[in-house]
């Protein structure tokens, strides 16, 4: 399950509130199909990580690439902030560096990866994420920034 020490505020309504949840515990439950539960078949995923398809079966594949890459990640999530049919999330995911993940060879590195998250929810279910995680953060964290600036 996606850990939280959330603190929720706001007027979110419950069933929301479970959806945007059990979007994360996707990743931290490595269970991409929980995705039917959370999202709406077309949800929007703004933006698109590469080679990723649109809507919600786009999204389980990188889920699943998610998960090999790093098998331990967990989403901590530390903040929910919601209105109806609206929410933002801060959030962050933990783990280590064990796959390949966007052509970066594992390094077997701890890392931790802010994100921010903004969510549109109707009838229990997302429609729209826009997302903002800190990949530069994770590359120096893992040293494949250090590894490219040996190169230059």
């Known amino acids: ?4 020490d959330a603190a929720i505020s706001g007027t979110l309504s419950k069933e929301d509130r479970i959806a945007i949840e059990t979007l994360y515990r996707a990743f931290s439950e490595h269970a991409p199909d929980l995705l039917d539960q959370a999202v709406t078949a077309d949800w929007q ?3 698109l990580a590469p080679g990723q398809a649109s809507g919600r079966d786009g999204m389980k594949p990188l889920i699943r690439g998610f998960s090999a890459a790093f098998p331990d990640a967990k989403v901590t999530i530390h903040e929910i902030i919601g209105a109806p049919g ?3 999330v801060r959030a962050e995911i933990t783990g280590t560096h064990r796959g ?3 052509g970066v060879e594992p390094t077997g590195r701890t890392f931790r990866l802010p994100i921010h998250e903004f969510h549109h929810v109707e009838n229990g279910r ?6 903002m995680e800190d990949w530069f953060g994770w590359l120096h964290q893992i040293g494949a920034m250090d590894a490219a600036e040996e190169k230059a």
């Open 86 to 88: 609206r929410a933002g």
């Open 100 to 102: 390949e993940w966007f």
């Open 45 to 47: 995923d703004i933006p």
């Open 1 to 4: 399950m996606a850990q939280t």
């Open 126 to 131: 997302v429609t729209h994420t826009w997302h």
